[in-house]
């Protein structure tokens, strides 16, 4: 498609969809009502064109794979947990629990060594319980290769007393059962956790139709013109989960993700990863032409 084409696309656009309604996962209005970007064709034309470059990325796979058989299965999702807390499993069949601790440990830091240290948490602590019996100290230690780890420590062990004291069990798979906003409540009273996690949680680990809004995606998106210059990160999540449709939330977060990582011509205040850019110039990045509209 021409740039032309594209700018011809954009400025016809009325607000109305050819697509049903896009449904929201977000309450309250929409902090700007008048920008009617990005359109569902738009939102289309990204994903498809980042796909092509990067392919599905497959740190994300077996999440993607959870989803479809969430949207295949007829019978509803098992809210029920065992009577013992249960163990730090393989992502496969990755508990809510364990999808938290992992974002969690994924904050300022490579996604490399974010995995190295919950891999380290998981073989120094067979369990939960373990951890919530182990000294600060030993927390961090196991895993202090994903940075920050006094203050990672600390936030793991306040979710597990709040579980143990409140539910009397170390298991969130009773969220599953919520609604995105009941969701958005109970994780809010767990201290150190913010709304790009809940969102995250919500995303990854729960199947439902959210857009989390990272560093990466957050550059993007200004420079994409999905949002001002000016907006801030809680806007921003309120107006792509107003304007992106529910089926492509899913594939174009993780490819925003990806692409913000690797490409260096969308790099917007983001540190350069220590590998080297799988994307180096502008004439290699299919969101050049999408950045000439703007």
């Known amino acids: 498609m021409s740039k032309a084409q594209k700018r011809k696309?954009?400025?016809?656009?009325?607000?109305?969809?050819?697509?049903?309604?896009?449904?929201?996962?977000?309450?309250?209005?929409?902090?700007?009502?008048?920008?009617?970007?990005?359109?569902?064709?738009?939102?289309?034309?990204?994903?498809?064109?980042?796909?092509?470059?990067?392919?599905?990325?497959?740190?994300?796979?077996?999440?993607?794979?959870?989803?479809?058989?969430?949207?295949?299965?007829?019978?509803?999702?098992?809210?029920?947990?065992?009577?013992?807390?249960e163990p730090l499993v393989e992502a496969e069949e990755e508990s809510v629990l364990d999808g938290l601790v992992k974002i969690l440990l994924s904050q300022n830091t490579t996604e490399s060594n974010s995995q190295k240290a919950f891999a380290s948490l998981k073989a120094a602590f067979p369990n939960w319980e373990d951890v919530l019996a182990a000294e600060s100290k030993s927390i961090e230690s196991a895993i202090r290769c994903g940075g920050l780890a006094p203050k990672k420590a600390v936030c793991i062990k306040n979710i597990l007393n709040r579980l143990q004291k409140e539910r009397g069990r170390l298991c969130l798979e009773y969220l599953r059962g919520l609604s995105v906003e009941e969701v958005k409540t109970e994780l809010s009273h767990f201290k150190g956790i913010g709304p790009k996690t809940v969102s995250c949680v919500l995303m990854f680990n729960l199947q439902h139709n959210d857009f989390p809004v990272d560093t990466h995606v957050f550059e993007i998106a200004k420079a994409l013109g999905w949002v001002p210059k000016t907006a801030d990160r809680n806007k921003t999540?309120?107006?792509?989960?107003?304007?992106?449709?529910?089926?492509?939330?899913?594939?174009?977060?993780?490819?925003?993700?990806?692409?913000?990582?690797?490409?260096?011509?969308?790099?917007?205040?983001?540190?350069?990863?220590?590998?080297?850019?799988?994307?180096?110039?502008?004439?290699?990045?299919?969101?050049?032409?999408?950045?000439?509209?703007?």
């Open 9 to 85: 696309r954009l400025n016809q656009d009325d607000g109305e969809s050819k697509t049903p309604a896009i449904k929201s996962t977000v309450d309250g209005g929409n902090p700007y009502p008048t920008l009617l970007r990005p359109t569902a064709e738009e939102c289309r034309d990204v994903r498809d064109a980042l796909l092509s470059l990067h392919g599905f990325p497959p740190e994300f796979a077996n999440y993607r794979r959870q989803r479809l058989r969430s949207l295949s299965a007829v019978d509803g999702h098992d809210t029920q947990c065992t009577m013992n807390s």
């Open 237 to 294: 999540y309120v107006h792509l989960n107003r304007r992106i449709p529910d089926e492509l939330k899913f594939d174009l977060n993780c490819l925003l993700y990806t692409h913000g990582k690797l490409c260096s011509n969308c790099k917007k205040n983001v540190a350069k990863p220590k590998a080297k850019a799988k994307v180096a110039s502008p004439d290699e990045c299919p969101l050049v032409d999408f950045y000439d509209l703007v």
